[in-house]
């Protein structure tokens, strides 16, 4: 049974250029959700979707925002970027938001 | 605001040991809590899941036990190997929507 998938694996960009990430669930999973991972903040609760509604989101800026298909694939933007967006992106997949599974994350630099 | 603290922050043993990884965390009132292993620029591994109503899980060498009253699980390790040495994560759910409060992690080093 194949895992999360994230793509890209690595990106490096430029402050203010904007990134998209792809996140592909286990197959049958509804929910899928994000986390930023940073050294000094650890890791933090971006946003979930479930069939292609948003449930619930974190506190992070109006850069920060994301989609679900329906077939449950997911995507996550983060326009005009700074410095401080520099960290690992992950996903995370789960039947009705229970258990998660993560993914290997989208390591993202920002110079 | 849930927080969740990890104690202790760093760990080195010899292989072969038994260890306890500590968990608290400030809003009793859980969904559930789940443990996840974390190797050098991956992803997370989901070690074991304690649901609200559960006193412990096992897995393995594995033992997660969750007193809800006190706000605090800790994470048994038997017989530690050079392959345990990762960063454990503990991470709480205040409902069923995915939305994980973590803590900042223990890094084990287990040293043959």
């Known amino acids: 049974k194949a895992g999360v998938t994230q793509t890209p694996r690595y990106l490096i960009k430029t402050r203010g250029q904007q990134v998209t990430l792809s996140c592909s669930p286990i197959s049958g999973h509804r929910s899928v959700s994000w986390y930023q991972q940073t050294p000094g903040q650890g890791l933090q609760f971006l946003f979930e979707?479930?069939?292609?509604?948003?449930?619930n989101k974190g506190n992070f800026p109006g850069r920060f925002s994301g989609r679900q298909f329906s077939n449950s694939r997911s995507e996550m933007n983060v326009s005009t970027l700074e410095l401080g967006d520099s960290a690992l992106y992950l996903c995370?997949?789960?039947?009705?938001?229970?258990?998660?599974?993560f993914g290997e994350g989208s390591r993202l630099t920002v110079l | 605001k849930q927080e969740v603290t990890q104690i202790p922050a760093a760990l080195s043993v010899p292989e072969g040991e038994n260890l306890v990884l500590n968990c608290s965390f400030t809003d009793s009132a859980i969904y559930n809590l789940q443990w996840f292993r974390q190797d050098p620029g991956k992803g997370l591994t989901s070690l074991l899941l304690i649901q609200s109503s559960q006193r412990e899980q096992t897995s393995g060498r594995l033992n997660a036990s969750l007193d809800k009253s006190s706000g605090r699980s800790t994470l048994y390790i038997a017989a530690s190997q050079p392959g345990d040495s990762a960063t454990y994560l503990c991470a709480v759910a205040n409902s069923g929507y995915s939305t994980l409060t973590f803590g900042k992690g223990t890094m084990l080093l287990v040293s043959p």
């Open positions: 995370a997949s789960s039947i009705q938001g229970v258990e998660l599974f």
């Open positions: 979707y479930f069939s292609e509604t948003q449930r």
